[in-house]
């Protein structure tokens, strides 16, 4: 990719403390940290050292967080990580929508921000998707159109293959009920939210040693669903 | 009368409180009454004027007559005068009063002389009077003058006295504002005097008039009157001020009267009459009109305006009412109201109609009127040869010609029939006609057609033909009660016609406000409202309309946004008076008239909410039924608008009650337990440098725990500002129960670490619609609270499942723990209900939390102990059974 055998992560955040503590947490991390204390300054920062990853904050004084981060979509791919409070549930879904990777809401510990970091990080990296998903006993064959668990293939309904396709497409990474929804049945579709629930059920019983305690189909609090490969 | 008095009564001491607010805001209003002319009412305001002004007041004149007397002109010397401005009026310049230039400067006292002057055409008012309210109502204070002769209700009086005709007439109702009246006496002997000395200015008046005027005998009686007027008035500011009445508010007695008014110059006399009347009984009256189906001429109903406009403004309650009984219309609208007593005129119609009605007005109203005492005022003699009652138009000319068209026709036809059907038959034909021309046309019509068929058939078919003499006995006795009947028949007829037409009017009006009231109580908000009764008036009047509120961020007048009337500039100005005046105003009254809109203030108690504005085409008029409608319609939508307002208001009440109850809480509670926390974060950073491994595992383990406790504590304030604020709206969407209890389960390990957890999910559970973050949070706070308050290491369940009926989803956290106090039990579910705290961080928050979390989505918490000991949280969902999804 470049030159520096570490990474560069751009944090934008107006607390001072925050930028302080993260850069202490990131570079034990192994990463090279660069900070930004408001939106415009992170724009012209990412702009200017191209890092491999951005942590967001998306309370900003200057521009609204989300604001940044369609700024930041219109000419770069680069994983972005956003911190939210946890009072704004709205906002999570949002900036996923508007193409964050990953979200952490505050507080939330070192060891879990630089296990996100390193997650999107290796998506990023991932330059062609693999023809084969292997997670626990499943193994998806996007080829073959063919699902197995241990070995056997399970038999799949057209819309359930087409949710797991696309959690598999996005492993490890959130993806929304509206994504969902709009890949599943196209634009107009946020009725069918209850049918999402049923397939997803659908789904944990055919493929989960637990489907109570779903291990790899995983929720994440009314916002969406996430493909845990480990 | 005096009975009630004795103890106030609080209602009318807070009538009064009110009063005085509005009379606070208002200018102080002092007038020099004098008993006539020439007493040295100018004299004595300008000395006043000037000793303000030596007291440091700022004093203006706004307009002054001197009349060339040396004494007056003096005293205005180094006083500043308002200019007075010009308006041109058929090729002359009238010179008036600056109404506007005075508002402009604003200045602490005005001087305004002859409170009876009648302006220019083309001023703001049409009164000079009016001029002095609108600038007391501005808050300047005005030092007026007027003469005896001049009070409405005294004209009267002074006319008998004196015989010399009264113009210009200022309303009672104007002394109500009065704070001050000064009598400005001199003896007759004195004025006189001064009469002969030249000293008096009689205007334009002849000097036979003069004479008279001034005769020993009518000072005498003018002085009285005057002194009496004035004793009144202390009167009843003392009464006033024992009772805490503002009089118009509140009546001292159970009395109401009821006038009677019509198109006549006696009616004048009459309301006048009653007005006086009322004053004296302390009791409120009414002003109630009938309108038959009998058309008025202009120069009638103009009169008839006047008249009830006179009545408004002395003060009563005008009623509007549609019938060709007179004494039953009246009798039914004294019922309606409550009226005590009804005042009417003593009779002047001739004793063969009253034969025909059944009694004279008087005999008819005293059989129905039952309890209600009749007073009847008898007319001046000299007055009722000098104004002739105004003539009525005897209906349309073209019923006339209908009548006399269709008689002609029959009488072609019964020419041509006579040869086989016989004469008599021919007046059969006439009959009939006749009683069907009852049907469509009016009384004097019906009774020409009548008498036209009469003469005809006798003349042209009765034998012998072509002569008035009829030949035989049965034939006369045939001919005359053909006629009668056809004359009593066609009259009967026409009577019920109008009749009915009537009550269709009475009907519709009726029809009208019921709608609206109906559309009212339907409407789910103001805006609602306010279209349904536009789009309503709209087609009632026939007319654009427009309804104006003041604008809270702004404080302006600004048009509602269904307002059909677009309010220009200068159309928006009349409304603005009209609202700050609280007075009709614009087209068809004497403020403003040349503008587009007629508009009615909408009046509550005793402020405006609201102008409600009508654009009629400028060829169509506004009849007097339809501006009492108008005013039905302002009165309806100011008590809606009103009670928009309380509600609003005593939302924001309760919302600051509520908010201020919460921070007391907090402030009683945050101190505990943010300090708790602290003093351990604090203590461990202190020990933390000097502490060997083993100390240092236990030291962070407990700085973990109350990193913990505050994060919990500022999660809980913050949702729970969330909820008193009312900003969290529930975000209803499918979600999975396991889904929603692994979350919880999953944020409450650490604090349930080394306990039992059961949970219990039926298998066939299917997806519940909730608020998943709601819940959620609903659910951590309850397994928190059992981790809290049970002992270490006993278990807590945690299941979900579908009520039977499947019209409820529930929640359930059990515990083993000591279970909830059955005492106090009752106090947490009234914590629920009123939304208060004990302690925060602790019970009383968390659950109050679950309580607003699971109600904000249409839920309810239910408390139980659970079998063999423990506590039993039950959260209860509505819940509809998701459909299958489509087969693929």
Redesign the interface.
């Known amino acids: 990719m470049n030159n520096n055998p570490l990474p560069r992560v751009l944090v934008i955040d107006d607390e001072v403390q925050i930028r302080r503590l993260l850069r202490v947490t990131l570079e034990s991390g192994g990463f090279i940290v660069h900070d930004a204390e408001n939106g415009r300054l992170g724009l012209s920062e990412a702009a200017a050292i191209q890092p491999e990853a951005i942590i967001l904050d998306l309370g900003l004084p200057d521009l609204d967080g989300l604001e940044v981060l369609r700024r930041l979509r219109e000419w770069t791919r680069t994983p972005v990580l956003v911190l939210t409070a946890?009072?704004r549930?709205?906002q999570k879904i949002e900036a996923l929508d508007a193409g964050a990777d990953d979200y952490l809401t505050k507080?939330f510990g070192g060891g879990e921000l630089l296990a996100r970091l390193r997650a999107i990080q290796r998506r990023a990296n991932v330059t062609n998707d693999p023809a084969i998903v292997r997670f626990g006993e499943i193994e998806m064959d996007f080829p073959a159109r063919v699902v197995r668990r241990a070995g056997q293939e399970v038999h799949l309904?057209?819309?359930e293959y087409a949710l797991l396709r696309l959690l598999a497409q996005h492993r490890g990474k959130v993806v929304t009920?509206r994504q969902i929804l709009r890949e599943l049945w196209g634009p107009n579709a946020e009725e069918n939210?209850?049918?999402?629930?049923?397939?997803?059920?659908h789904l944990r019983q055919k493929l989960e040693k637990d489907?109570?305690?779903?291990h790899h189909l995983t929720?994440e609090?009314?916002i969406g669903y996430r493909l845990v490969e480990e | 009368m005096d009975a009630p008095l004795h103890r106030p009564d609080p209602d009318a001491i807070l009538a009064r409180l009110r009063a005085d607010e509005s009379r606070a805001k208002r200018g102080h209003l002092k007038v020099f009454l004098g008993m006539c002319p020439g007493v040295g009412k100018t004299y004595s305001m300008l000395r006043n004027g000037r000793k303000e002004r030596t007291d440091g007041t700022d004093v203006l004149i706004g307009v002054v007559e001197t009349h060339g007397r040396v004494e007056t002109q003096a005293l205005l010397d180094e006083m500043p005068i308002q200019p007075r401005k010009e308006i041109s009026y058929k090729n002359a310049v009238l010179k008036e009063m600056d109404l506007e230039g005075i508002l402009a400067k604003k200045p602490a006292l005005v001087l305004v002389d002859e409170l009876a002057h009648t302006n220019a055409p083309g001023s703001r008012h049409a009164k000079r009077w009016q001029d002095v309210i609108e600038l007391i109502e501005a808050g300047l204070d005005v030092f007026t003058t007027v003469n005896i002769q001049h009070i409405e209700s005294r004209s009267d009086a002074v006319r008998q006295i004196t015989g010399a005709p009264v113009q210009e007439t200022v309303p009672d109702s104007i002394f109500e504002l009065a704070d001050e009246i000064e009598l400005v006496d001199l003896t007759p002997e004195a004025l006189r005097e001064r009469l002969s000395e030249g000293k008096v200015y009689l205007g334009e008046r002849a000097a036979t008039a003069q004479e008279n005027f001034f005769k020993e005998a009518h000072l005498d009686a003018l002085r009285e009157l005057a002194l009496r007027f004035t004793a009144e008035r202390v009167d009843r500011q003392v009464r006033d001020r024992r009772t805490g009445d503002a009089k118009r508010v509140v009546w001292h007695s159970g009395q109401r009267l009821l006038v009677a008014v019509g198109p006549s110059p006696f009616s004048t006399q009459l309301v006048r009459r009653t007005r006086r009347m009322s004053d004296f009984a302390g009791a409120p009256w009414l002003a109630v009109h009938v309108e038959t189906s009998r058309t008025l001429t202009p120069e009638a109903q103009r009169l008839l305006d006047k008249n009830l406009a006179l009545a408004r403004e002395l003060g009563a309650e005008v009623v509007i009412t549609h019938d060709d009984d007179l004494a039953a219309a009246l009798v039914r609208v004294a019922l309606e109201h409550n009226a005590t007593q009804i005042v009417v005129g003593k009779p002047r119609g001739n004793r063969w109609m009253d034969l025909i009605k059944g009694g004279s007005l008087v005999d008819r109203l005293v059989r129905m009127g039952g309890d209600i005492d009749i007073y009847m005022v008898p007319a001046e003699e000299s007055k009722k040869r000098r104004m002739q009652m105004p003539e009525l138009s005897w209906a349309n000319p073209r019923e006339y010609l209908l009548a006399l068209a269709v008689v002609l026709a029959v009488t072609v036809v019964g020419f041509a029939l006579t040869k086989y059907i016989g004469y008599r038959s021919v007046g059969c034909l006439y009959l009939l006609t006749v009683i069907g021309l009852g049907l469509r046309i009016g009384r004097w019509p019906v009774l020409f057609a009548g008498l036209l068929s009469a003469v005809l058939w006798n003349y042209l078919f009765i034998p012998p033909v072509f002569t008035f003499l009829i030949g035989s006995l049965d034939d006369a006795m045939l001919y005359i009660s053909t006629v009668v009947v056809a004359l009593v028949t066609g009259q009967l007829t026409s009577r019920i016609r109008a009749q009915s037409r009537n009550e269709r009017l009475r009907e519709e009006r009726a029809t009208a406000l019921f709608q609206l009231s109906r559309a009212l109580g339907a409407a789910k908000t103001l805006d609602d409202a306010v279209f349904a009764a536009l789009r309503q008036a709209d087609d009632l009047f026939s007319a654009e309309t427009a309804l104006a509120f003041i604008d809270e961020n702004t404080g302006d007048l600004a048009p509602h946004f269904a307002s059909s009337f677009a309010l220009d500039n200068k159309e928006t100005g009349v409304a603005d008076w009209s609202f700050h005046n609280r007075r009709v105003a614009g087209r068809f009254t004497d403020t403003l008239p040349a503008n587009a809109g007629y508009y009615v203030p909408l009046l509550s108690e005793d402020k405006a909410v609201g102008v409600l504005g009508v654009k009629v085409p400028s060829e169509g008029t506004l009849t007097l039924a339809q501006r009492d409608l108008l005013e039905g319609f302002a009165h309806q939508l100011a008590h809606i608008i009103e009670r928009d307002h309380l509600r609003a208001a005593s939302e924001r009440e309760r919302i600051l009650a509520e908010s201020e109850k919460l921070h007391h809480t907090l402030l009683e509670s945050v101190s505990h337990e943010l300090r708790t926390p602290l003093a351990v974060i604090t203590s461990v950073s202190e020990n933390l440098p000097n502490a060997d491994s083993g100390l240092r595992e236990i030291l962070l383990g407990e700085l973990q725990t109350a990193?913990r406790r505050l994060?919990r504590l500022v999660?809980n304030l913050?949702?729970q500002t969330?909820l008193e604020s009312g900003t969290l709206k529930p975000?209803l969407?499918?979600?999975?129960a396991?889904?929603v209890i692994?979350?919880a389960v999953d944020a409450t390990k650490d604090a349930l670490a080394g306990r039992q957890l059961m949970?219990q999910?039926p298998d066939d559970m299917p997806?519940v619609?909730v608020?998943?973050?709601l819940t959620?949070q609903a659910l951590i706070n309850l397994l928190l609270n059992a981790a809290n308050h049970t002992p270490a290491g006993t278990p807590v369940a945690i299941s979900a499942g579908i009520e039977q009926g499947g019209r409820q989803a529930f929640f359930v956290v059990a515990d083993k723990g000591p279970g909830f106090p059955s005492a106090m039990r009752d106090r947490f579910f009234k914590k629920f209900v009123r939304g208060e705290n004990a302690r925060a961080g602790g019970l009383g928050l968390g659950l109050s939390l679950v309580q607003g979390f699971i109600t904000a989505q249409g839920g309810e918490v239910l408390i139980s102990d659970e079998p063999g000991g423990g506590a039993r949280i039950m959260l209860h969902l509505p819940h509809t059974p998701?459909?299958?999804?489509p087969a693929?």
């Open positions: 946890r009072d549930e709205q507080p309904t057209s819309k009920h939210t209850g049918y999402l629930r049923v397939y997803m059920l489907p109570k305690q779903p929720n609090s009314g | 990193v994060n999660r913050l949702d969330r975000l969407d499918w979600a999975d396991h889904d692994n979350a949970v999910i997806p619609r608020d998943f973050a959620e998701l459909q299958n999804p693929e």
